[in-house]
């Protein structure tokens, strides 16, 4: 089990004629098997194209995205996808969602039941087995989305800014689980957000985009001593080096956008 | 299949595009039309099913010469009659009751009893109080039309932006004032949309009232046409009726949106 | 003093009240009704005491009349509307999910929605006759357009993200439909039963009015004609009963089958 990611000259235009748009403009981009990668850029520049491409929800226009060096078409169990919005099926309960890709994959029905006990337990829902989403909180659905989508073992997750609609201290909260999460299972992680803060605390490499149309501007390499806490991380000099560094880089891209 | 032609589309000069585009949306109607004139004579007697030529020439005699146009007349006479008033009260009751209790209290029970009852199973009393005529006819298409649009004014008056409410507050407006400087003019959007939906519910009364209760209009063209055996007539009046619907409809829609420009 | 029994009392009588505040419009509309009929301070035509009509409706319930009525029009109404649910939710979702059929429905579905349905009465009354065959064909035709336009228009709009991550979990094409689609599609698509419904019965209605053949329409009619009006009112408060009890019935199953909403 491997989970590389391959993006060669990727290209994805939008509409025809006078309203064509290209939101990715040659992109070029490795992400190795088992690593954290996260992806920040200004607004628009194509981040959550990018990730609905590699999940193989969008076609590409030119370019090839290959994982393990086999192109990709269309989505597939490989790749899981975090939603912004959840995406959890409103009429299913917790458990039923999370088993849900267990049915898709035929395993038999007591394996389901234990494997997604499993997860439930691990993302802190236990209890909540038969709650439907519209009972849940914001944080509690993200967490349903979150064992839905390891359930069935992808070898690669792609999250697309999971922790965007919640406050503070609960993101924090789910960023030190899914870092746990991470080191237990150790899949390749593609992590979009526009929170600099959080992309240099969870990754080890931040890919930074251009403004539209979307390209590779630099990519940021983060190399933190994390078996430290929290407090002591986001205080440490490195921290706040590596946070400028990226934040500088994004900041050139929105320089010309019109201040007030 | 819709990706590849609508790529040929494309490809056509400009001015072409457009029209291709409405002949293709309308072809399926066409063959529908089409089977319908080999139809007729052929495998169902002309009298059951008139041709659509048959049906057409006399629509155009008709128009030309004018026979319907008093029947026409009564009949958006009626429905705009009855239409008018609905929205005047509706809309009084409706905002009333949202902005008032006591209002709310008394009227609330019967709107929730007269609710699930269809307001055609009102005619033959109608007809019991007002006879056979255009008043029976103005009175069934006030009913039908009168709950929806209580109902969008109360919503609408009920969802009022409480922050426009206090903004008015602060700045001196009193009930009275606020009633129609405020409260209203912040619904005639979503009251808008539920006159839009009364329209098509005031034509569908106004023909019942005239199949039973009249001696005009072309509910009762259409009835008595069919009773006398003059089917392309009969036809050709339901044409008349559906076009006008139609126009009223889309008509509205042109009025909501030149008045309502701040949406 | 027992503060409990106080506070139990206080509670049930605030409720009272409210009930009260509620009803008494209506209780005052009743009492001035009979108060009316019975000094004949308006012909008794027009507007019989509350008492007649009562009787006249036990009456008739008691001699099956108005069951026998009521049933018929039930019947047509509802066997017009199940079978108008069947082919419109087909259409309906079919349409949502393939260009094909949406491509040879939509003009047909454009073109049939502002047709008052009710004008094609004496048209109905022509191909088919005056028969309960006739007036179930008619509902059908009639209740066929806001089903199937609903469950056309949910199915359409149901969220993109839904069927993306049934397809990332090994969700099948063929599948999807069942799966995902429908489950998510099918608040709108009860949304079209519950507007189809009203309609059922009105289309029933006025095609008794207008045919006669019994049904609880034709009863109404009958009650004007023959100047006995009690048997209108009573039919009317028949007509009321079903009214309610079928609305209250879709709304049970609503949020029964939608009990995740």
């Not at chain 3, 018929?72 to 109404?77: D, S």
């Amino acid at each position: 089990m491997d989970g590389r990611v391959t993006i060669s000259e990727l290209e994805k235009v939008y509409g025809e004629g006078p309203e064509r748009t290209k939101a990715i403009e040659d992109l070029s981009f490795e992400v190795e098997g088992g690593e954290f990668v996260s992806v920040v850029g200004p607004s628009g520049c194509g981040k959550s194209t990018l990730l609905y491409l590699i999940a193989g929800f969008l076609d590409t226009t030119s370019g090839t995205i290959a994982v393990d060096d086999t192109p990709i078409s269309g989505p597939g169990t490989d790749r899981g996808v975090v939603f912004q919005d959840y995406a959890l099926f409103p009429w299913r309960t917790v458990f039923e969602n999370v088993t849900y890709g267990l049915e898709e994959n035929d395993i038999p029905k007591e394996e389901r039941q234990s494997i997604a006990q499993k997860y439930i337990d691990l993302v802190d829902l236990d209890g909540f087995e038969d709650k439907y989403p519209k009972e849940l909180s914001g944080g509690m659905k993200q967490r349903v989305g979150i064992a839905r989508t390891l359930a069935y073992e992808p070898k690669i997750l792609l999250m697309d800014e999971p922790f965007g609609a919640l406050d503070q201290p609960l993101r924090e909260a789910l960023q030190d689980q899914l870092r746990d999460i991470w080191d237990d299972l150790g899949k390749t992680i593609v992590f979009i957000t526009h929170d600099v803060e959080e992309a240099v605390y969870l990754s080890e490499r931040v890919l930074i985009m251009t403004r539209h149309p979307g390209t590779r501007k630099s990519v940021a390499e983060i190399d933190l001593d994390r078996s430290r806490t929290r407090e002591e991380i986001v205080t440490s000099d490195e921290f706040a080096q590596y946070k400028n560094s990226v934040w500088r880089s994004l900041h050139e891209e929105t320089q010309t956008e019109v201040t007030l | 299949m819709r990706h590849a032609t609508s790529q040929r589309i494309e490809a056509l000069p400009a001015p072409v595009q457009g029209i291709a585009q409405t002949i293709l949306d309308w072809i399926p109607l066409g063959i529908v039309v089409v089977l319908w004139e080999l139809v007729s004579g052929t495998v169902v007697a002309e009298s059951i099913l008139p041709p659509p030529t048959a049906v057409s020439s006399l629509l155009v005699e008709l128009v030309v010469t004018g026979e319907v146009f008093s029947h026409l007349f009564i009949s958006l006479f009626r429905i705009a009659v009855g239409l008018g008033l609905s929205i005047l009260i509706g809309v009084l009751l409706g905002i009333g009751m949202a902005r008032s209790d006591p209002v709310e209290d008394f009227f609330d029970i019967f709107l929730s009893m007269t609710y699930p009852i269809p307001k055609t199973a009102l005619v033959p009393l109608a007809i019991l109080w007002l006879g056979v005529g255009t008043e029976t006819a103005i009175l069934i298409v006030f009913l039908a039309c009168l709950l929806p649009i209580v109902l969008n004014a109360y919503n609408a008056a009920n969802d009022v932006n409480q922050s426009l409410v206090w903004a008015a507050q602060m700045m001196g407006t009193d009930e009275r004032s606020m009633l129609y400087k405020v409260v209203f003019p912040a619904t005639i959007p979503e009251i808008m949309t539920g006159v839009r939906q009364a329209v098509p519910i005031a034509f569908v009364a106004l023909v019942s009232a005239e199949l039973i209760a009249s001696n005009q209009g072309i509910g009762y063209l259409i009835l008595t046409s069919g009773q006398i055996g003059n089917y392309p007539r009969m036809f050709a009046n339901i044409v008349i009726i559906s076009a006008v619907a139609f126009v009223a409809v889309r008509g509205f829609e042109e009025v909501r949106n030149r008045v309502l420009v701040w949406t | 003093m027992d503060v409990t029994s106080e506070t139990q009392s206080g509670f049930d009588l605030s409720r009272l009240v409210e009930l009260g505040k509620s009803v008494y419009s209506l209780v005052i509309v009743l009492v001035l009704w009979e108060l009316v009929g019975q000094f004949e301070l308006i012909h008794y035509y027009f507007l019989p005491p509350l008492s007649d009509i009562i009787l006249r409706f036990i009456e008739l319930t008691l001699s099956g009349d108005m069951l026998y009525n009521a049933y018929l029009t039930l019947y047509r109404a509802l066997v017009g509307l199940a079978i108008a649910s069947v082919f419109g939710v087909l259409v309906g979702v079919l349409s949502a999910r393939n260009d094909l059929v949406d491509w040879f429905f939509d003009p047909i579905i454009k073109i049939g929605y502002p047709v008052p349905i009710i004008s094609l009465i004496p048209v109905f009354m022509l191909w088919f006759g005056i028969g309960d065959i006739s007036k179930i064909i008619m509902v059908a035709v009639g209740t066929f357009w806001p089903v199937a336009v609903n469950a056309r228009d949910s199915t359409q709009q149901v969220q993109q993200n839904l069927v993306w991550a049934a397809q990332m979990m090994g969700t099948s094409d063929r599948r999807l439909l069942r799966r995902v689609v429908f489950p998510a599609a099918l608040p709108g698509i009860i949304t079209g039963f519950q507007i189809a419904m009203p309609l059922s019965l009105i289309i029933t209605f006025v095609f008794e009015m207008v045919a006669g053949g019994g049904g609880l329409g034709a009863l109404e009619i009958q009650g004007v004609r023959s100047f006995q009006s009690t048997q209108t009112y009573a039919a009317i408060i028949a007509v009321m009963f079903i009214g309610i009890g079928l609305d209250r019935g879709l709304r049970l199953i609503r949020s029964r089958l939608l009990h995740w909403t």
